[in-house]
């Protein structure tokens, strides 16, 4: 799972983006993170997001 999300992370984050500051990395960066959390459904969830997910579990995860 990690290697999965490592690979999603390079391809659809790292290798797209030109970072002109740590403080313009930080931001892009969570962005992308709060998209894949928040907004992308994922197959090995059953198509919830990670939130709906922990949610779904009575986890509270921290933002």
Same mark, same amino acid.
């Given at each position: 799972?990690?290697?999965?999300?490592?690979?999603?992370?390079?391809?659809?984050?790292?290798?797209?983006?030109?970072?002109? @500051? *740590?403080?313009?990395?930080? #931001?892009?960066?969570? &962005?992308?993170?709060?998209?894949? /959390?928040?907004? %992308?459904?994922?197959? @090995? *969830?059953?198509?919830?997001? #990670?939130?709906?997910? &922990?949610?779904?579990?009575?986890? /509270?995860?921290? %933002?």
């Amino acid at each position: 799972f990690v290697e999965s999300f490592n690979g999603r992370f390079r391809d659809e984050c790292l290798n797209t983006h030109w970072f002109l @500051s *740590l403080a313009d990395a930080r #931001s892009k960066i969570d &962005a992308w993170r709060r998209d894949y /959390n928040e907004c %992308r459904p994922h197959t @090995s *969830l059953g198509w919830l997001t #990670s939130v709906e997910f &922990a949610s779904s579990a009575g986890v /509270n995860p921290g %933002r």
